[in-house]
């Protein structure tokens, strides 16, 4: 089966792991996203994950927390799902590793380009947790960033919406979606996909990114086999 896309990084917010319940975990959701990123591995894609952490605390919405803080918390929830979707795909034969940019080696591999790129190449789907492992970074600028360093063909951000739109589609019934654009359309315009600091890496690194909506999981093997799911942003030529 011919592959669009070799080798992806896809981010997961921690959202989207909770379902319905809109906290913790909910592990039917999390078992159809992982069916659909072991038909990737099955198919001869190379898969790295970029986990948010929302669905436990988000560092910029934490209330009277220190910000600082918070973002460690935030962090430290990444790897909680980081290590949850790890579970489950190795109960269904996936072989994973999870690499954390915070060290905690009792439980997960300190994030090391070198062997990130070998567990690639070996099939292995490599989860990163910790975001950057700073705070005031979101885990959209951890997937732009880990993109880029893995030489991942495209960044593959699952949201809620079926592609990036001119405004609200949720609150506009004129609202106008996007089959492609450009990172410039998306800074220029202020355009809500990812935050700023993330399109700016891609743009510069001209990592494509593609925003496509996760309710239908198997949207994730489509894009990789190259069929048209989302909106597809590009860096300027």
């Given amino acids: 089966m011919e592959l669009k896309y070799k080798r992806i990084i896809l981010k997961l917010s921690g959202e989207a792991l ?18 659909s990123i072991k038909k990737c591995v099955d198919v001869g894609a190379q898969v790295g994950i970029v986990v948010g952490g929302g669905n436990f605390i988000r560092g910029r919405m934490s209330g009277s927390l220190d910000r ?33 940019a915070i060290s905690m080696q009792q439980v997960a591999e300190p994030y090391i380009r070198n062997r990130a790129l070998r567990h690639l190449e070996k099939g292995r789907v490599v989860i990163f947790g910790c975001g950057t492992g700073n705070p005031m970074f ?19 951000k699952a949201t809620l919406v079926d592609g990036v ?30 935050d700023m600091a993330a399109a700016a890496m891609c743009n ?24 048209q799911v989302g909106t597809v942003i590009t860096a300027e030529s």
Avoid: W
């Fill in 204 to 227: 510069e690194n001209k990592l494509p990114m593609l925003v496509f909506d996760l309710s239908r999981p198997d949207n994730i093997l489509d894009a990789v086999l190259g069929k």
């Fill in 165 to 194: 739109y001119d405004k609200d589609p949720n609150k506009f019934d004129d609202a106008k979606r996007y089959d492609t654009l450009t990172f410039s359309q998306v800074l220029n315009d202020n355009l809500a996909v990812m």
């Fill in 18 to 35: 909770a379902g319905e319940k809109h906290f913790g975990l909910d592990y039917d959701v999390i078992r159809n996203i992982c069916e």
């Fill in 68 to 100: 600082v803080r918070a973002d460690h918390m935030g962090m430290l929830a990444t790897a909680i799902n980081a290590l949850a979707l790890s579970d489950m795909l190795e109960s269904m034969g996936v072989e994973t590793r999870v690499q954390t």
């Fill in 138 to 156: 979101s885990t959209d600028s951890a997937a732009a960033l880990r993109g880029a360093e893995i030489d991942a063909e495209i960044l593959m």
